[in-house]
């Protein structure tokens, strides 16, 4: 076996134990073992598992990344923008259920891709100039793009992580109903929102 393949082996092979016990229930030992090589190779390639899990969670997140980037990347409708992206998450949900594991526990250790949160702004942020140019359009408060924007990808997100274990409906069935229920409220949306009842203090 070359470096690079032994070094795409132990990825694979880390990347499967961090997914089944998380950062702290794997261990440099136990990835040599799956890999059926010694601890210093692990050391060699990575220098311990704070590097191999960095690398791991890097690749990842630009997987993901690459995925959303590319779904929002075409002109198109946007509730038809808002059906690629949901279907690239929950995409990466069912092809890569292990990356998305480990993106979606907390990091304990700095990725130089950043974390699961900030990939999700780095979204957000996409999804706003869309949003945008929409409120623009109907006349409503263009500022009001990041709150929107937030909540969409957040809600997206948050339900890909339950899909995640659930994995029913379908996952065609479960972007129809995410986009319906964005979509719909979109739609119908108020200029100026007011509560329909003072919160009590």
């Known amino acids: 076996m070359t470096g690079r393949e032994r070094r795409e082996q132990l990825l694979d092979v880390a990347r499967s134990l961090f997914a089944e016990k998380g950062f702290d229930g794997a261990s440099v030992e136990e990835i040599a073992h799956r890999a059926s090589v010694s601890k210093p190779v692990v050391y060699e390639h990575f220098g311990g598992k704070e590097g191999i899990y960095a690398v791991v969670v890097d690749r990842e997140m630009q997987s993901l990344l690459g995925r ?3 779904a929002l990347g075409e002109e198109a409708h946007p509730r038809i923008l808002l059906e690629r992206a949901a279907h690239a998450l929950l995409d990466y949900v069912e092809s890569a259920a292990d990356g998305f594991r480990i993106m979606v526990r907390d990091s304990p250790v700095p990725a130089s891709t950043g974390t699961f949160s900030s990939l999700l702004n780095d979204i957000a942020s996409q999804v706003e100039h869309i949003l945008a140019v929409q409120f623009a359009a109907r006349g409503y408060d263009r500022k009001l793009a990041t709150l929107y924007s937030q909540a969409l990808v957040g809600m997206v997100a948050f339900t890909g ?4 274990e659930a994995r029913k409906p379908k996952k065609d ?13 979109l739609s119908h949306l108020e200029g100026k929102p007011t509560l329909r009842e003072r919160p009590t203090p």
Do not use: R, Y
């Open 161 to 164: 992580q339950w899909w995640l």
């Open 173 to 185: 069935e479960v972007v129809a109903h995410l986009v319906s229920l964005a979509w719909n409220g």
């Open 68 to 70: 959303m980037t590319s």
